[in-house]
């Protein structure tokens, strides 16, 4: 089975400080690893990916994700927030159970920046 | 590019009502997956579909259902609604098979009174 744990629940940072949200995951086999966005009110957006090749990973808005397999990790970094960024920060990863791809979400990160 | 259509994007309900939400995926992905998110809380996956057929199901409630038809678009159809269902209901498509992205809709807002 696989699974997806976020350490952070909660982060407040101020405007200009560096962002590393945690995400790590168990998986038996090959994983596509996500990090999806849901701002206030509105839906999920992909934010970023990782299928296979150059582990460092950028995505929308300056953000970056890094796939360290030894860690079972894939955290989501960004050097330097903005007010824009509050938002809930969803890791999720995709494999194959049953035959059918499964998509499993972590709990969630709720990032608040303040300006 | 198209996305993931859902309708009605909000919906009001009374208690012991019934309520169908559609769901209509991107062109030519043939996966559809429902979410529930209640106010507060992460995405809790429901079930999900591929060519028509049941492929997973989650935390699906007995009174609701859902199916995917020939055209690929989704329903999901509540019973006997109550308080405790309202909440965002998200239709996710994508092409099954490794190293394909999950795309998710705006939702359906379903408050239930």
């Known amino acids: 089975a696989q699974s997806v744990s976020q350490h952070n629940h909660h982060v407040i940072l101020s405007e200009a400080a560096s962002l590393e949200l945690g995400c790590n995951y168990s998986y038996g086999g090959t994983v596509n690893l996500f990090w999806y966005v849901q701002y206030p009110g509105q839906h999920l957006q992909l934010l970023l990916k990782y299928f296979s090749g150059d582990p460092l990973v950028k995505g929308i808005k300056g953000f970056e994700a890094e796939f360290i397999k030894s860690k079972f990790s894939f955290n989501l970094r960004k050097p330097s927030v903005q007010w824009s960024d509050t938002a809930e920060y969803f890791c999720?990863?995709?494999?194959?159970?049953?035959?059918?791809?499964?998509?499993?979400f972590g709990t969630g990160t709720k990032l608040q920046v303040i300006p | 590019a198209a996305g993931v259509i859902q309708s009605p994007r909000h919906l009001i309900k009374e208690k012991r009502e019934t309520a169908t939400l559609k769901c209509y995926p991107i062109?030519?992905?043939?996966?559809v997956y429902w979410y529930q998110q209640g106010p507060g809380q992460d995405p809790q996956f429901l079930i999900s579909?591929?060519?028509?057929?049941?492929?997973d199901k989650g935390s699906i409630p007995d009174r609701f259902s859902a199916q995917q038809f020939s055209d690929y678009h989704s329903e999901l159809n509540m019973s006997s609604l109550e308080l405790g269902d309202s909440a965002l209901y998200f239709c996710a498509s994508s092409v099954q098979g490794r190293g394909n992205t999950i795309y998710f809709g705006e939702g359906s807002w379903l408050t239930v009174v």
């Open positions: 579909f591929y060519e028509k057929m049941q492929s």
């Open positions: 062109p030519r992905h043939d996966t």
């Open positions: 999720a990863v995709s494999g194959f159970s049953g035959g059918y791809q499964k998509v499993t």
